[in-house]
């Protein structure tokens, strides 16, 4: 231990004399050096206050040593002047108090929190870092700490193993509360009996009463454990209370080989609303990954596999999750309720129902229930402040939640809404006529009446397919990363004797390959990183109508998880977008924006997403399209009114699509640009004509009293005849070179012929009239040209109802309109002589 002048000493001081020697014992508080130092001091007499005077005095004094132990260096020597706090002395300890219970050191038991006036360091400090699961008052110092890592990472290499942390509520399991499900299990006439058959029940005492919790294994969890843990060390980090977790625990590894006592919950946490790989991992994290439901509470670490939340207990969500912030949620539209279903007395009480279930309120709404919040919403909302009051607040909170729900039976509730339908539900077209072709046939029983008849119920819980196979998918994906680590590791392991060198020294035993240096280790968040990153490189996205409004999109979870797998996210549609994401239900002004650009741009639901961070891949979105309806054009099939037809509007950003800029910059997640192979296809000439076209359609805009939707019509005749003329311009001047080439140059400025002027000159001068009239005709199709372009950029106003004013230079019957040159000689003089300076100088050339 090294031995340091305290800040407190009256410096300079002169070092006198040595007080002990290399190999000396030092005990504590005994004497190191003595030293010198001097003080200005007032001396005068008690009697005569004038004969007091400042003077500066020596003073003697000894330093003593805080340390105990056998000094093995002395930095100083008799006559060193120390100006500041200073090395003096290196001590060896006979123990260091590296590791520490309680305040008490674990190798000597000497009390770590005794202080005497020497103290300049607290015996507490030198131990600070918690690196256990189930105790925190076992601290260790940050070397020995160091050590213990090293110690781990060495053992875990030599097993082939990385580290995992598995969540569990909503990663591996979820849980729940409510009463109902106990008498569900037990009926096998309830619809939810076979889902039921496989829920594990467990007691834990809440408050002064035992509460029964019941516990939902994800599809394929024992086989996911059992294989991931040949491959990794497996922690459980919860943010439920110990028991809960011991108890969870039991279940899913009953022989305790997958998680042993590796067990951190939020009361050895430190932390209430967060999480920290720091807390386990205080050195170092390469080889650690962690699967969770929750980005948002890793602050989406890089060494995060975020998982789709397990939903099996419908609308109950994380029972543990009172402390956490509230779950960022993609909007929902809400589900209208007609007549034809329920009565309207029962449909009230259904609704009600429904409302204290919370399951029929659209995301991101707080779900009321008479007034209040509902017990499963208001334990998600209570994430805050962590100071002592608070968190003795929240956990009587979350108690009393917990009696709430119990007592409003929630999933009951969404089951009787389920019934009602089915009682009320019109038998299917297929069992009408199969109805009637046993009555036909004389097999209808007549004396059975049809109300008698069992009818089938809708279960509320069920494992859909992709549930079945999520965990599967989930353990190949880790697979990839183990496999990927460990290639990467070996590359960097030294290569041993083997083959020929080995057989010509057979007397040489083998080296067994070293291990590298730890620091050059792969990260595994990084190899992680690099697999996710290729599956959306590449892919623009732009949310449309499932953020929330008001929400900032970059922060959404989904938006930031999109972009750990190289998406590239934008607030608008451009000529980069390749995909928009969007609701059924809600067809807004960028999702029809999108349908113009004639199918590059591909308008899928989320779950097209969800399927491509599942399989880490990206997946055919044919499956995943939604408003296939909406045809290039954007007007055919989009109905002018959606009422009745369940389809919501967005208006949130109509205005988008008006200041939309064609041109966006965006940098991708890793820094570089990237062009959709859709986007290279696109002809420029007559994209730069669509940027002159009204942004909107006819039907979707507000026309004056005089503008008509026929207007449209004309224009496109005048954009086709356009087209039509640039081709005519290409080959009057070809023809123009050609003549060019053919007639001799002619000297001197070109003198423009008058009205009426006769041509002196034979062939010659039909040669330069004929010139004269192509330089015409190409220079009034230029100006055609000018004024149509023009004219598409504004709205065209009919005289009448149903007719469109004639362009300038068309005729209504398709031909052109001639001109006479005077009239054209009084148009714009600055635009004729740019047009006349600038076929000067294609003649000149």
Sequence with gaps: MRLFTPA?????????????????????????????????????????????????????????????????????????????????????????????????????????????????????????????????????????????????????????????????DQTVIQACVEKTLAAWKNDPSNPNYEALQEVRTFDL????????????????????????????????????????????????????????????????????????????????????????????????????????????????????????????????????????HHSSDESRKIAEDENKAGGSDPAGVEPKTNGTVSAVDHMVSMAGSQDQETMQEKIEQQSQDLESQIAESPLLQKQKILDAADSEAEPSPAASAAAELLALNGDHKSDIPPQDAPKHRHNLLQDDETEQAYLSTLGQRLREVHTAFFTSYDAALPASETGRIAALRPDVPSRKPALPDLSAIPDAAHIMASLRHRVLAGVHLVFSGVVPLGVNIHNHDTVIWAKTFGATVSESVSKKTTHVIASPERRTAKVRQAAKRGGRVAIVSVQWLFQCFMHWRRVSEDLYRIHTDATVNGTADLPNSFDGRGVLLSSSDESDVLTEPETETETPVNGTSSKSSANMAIDTDWQELETHRPSLDRADSSPTLTEAPEDWGSIDDELNEFLGSDADDSETESVLSIRSADSPPSSGKKRKRGEGEADPDGDGGAAAEGDEEEGSRLQKRKKEALERTSSLTQVASATSAGESKPSPGVDPGGGEVEVEEEEELEGDDELEAALAAELDALEDE
Excluded at 101 to 129: H, L, P, Q, W
């Design 205 to 340: 005492v809440q408050g002064n009463q035992l509460v029964p919790y019941y516990l939902k294994l994800r599809p394929g969890l024992e086989k996911f454990l059992r294989e991931m843990s040949d491959l990794y060390e497996m922690h459980i980090y919860t943010m439920a209370t110990r028991d809960y977790a011991l108890n969870v625990a039991r279940i899913i590894d009953p022989d305790q080989k997958v998680f042993a006592d590796r067990i951190l919950s939020r009361d050895e946490s430190g932390s209430m609303n967060a999480k920290f790989l720091k807390r386990l991992f205080p050195v170092n994290t390469k080889m650690v990954l962690v699967i969770d439901d929750r980005g948002d509470v890793w602050q989406w670490t890089p060494n995060l596999l975020k998982v789709k939340a397990y939903d099996f207990f419908v609308g109950i969500g994380d029972i543990n999750s009172a402390f956490l912030p509230k779950r960022q949620e993609l909007d929902a539209a809400p589900v209208a309720k007609t007549a034809k």
């Design 8 to 168: 407190n000493l009256r410096y300079p001081i002169t070092v006198t004399r040595l007080r002990r020697k290399p190999g000396d014992a030092l005990e504590q508080n005994q004497a190191l050096f003595s030293y010198q130092y001097r003080l200005q001091v007032t001396e005068g007499t008690r009697d005569d206050p004038d004969s007091e005077e400042l003077v500066e005095r020596s003073f003697y004094s000894d330093f003593t040593s805080e340390l105990e132990g056998t000094v093995t260096t002395l930095h100083i020597k008799e006559g060193d002047v120390i100006t500041k706090r200073t090395l003096v002395a290196d001590i060896d300890e006979p123990c260091t108090h590296s590791t520490q219970y309680g305040g008490i050191c674990v190798n000597c038991g000497k009390n770590m929190d005794e202080v005497n006036f020497n103290t300049s360091i607290r015996g507490t400090d030198r131990a600070t870092v918690n690196t256990t699961h189930a105790n925190t008052a076992l601290l260790m110092s940050q070397d020995e700490a160091g050590r213990a890592d090293e110690e781990a990472r060495r053992r875990l290499l030599e097993a082939r193993k990385l580290t995992l942390v598995v969540d569990l």
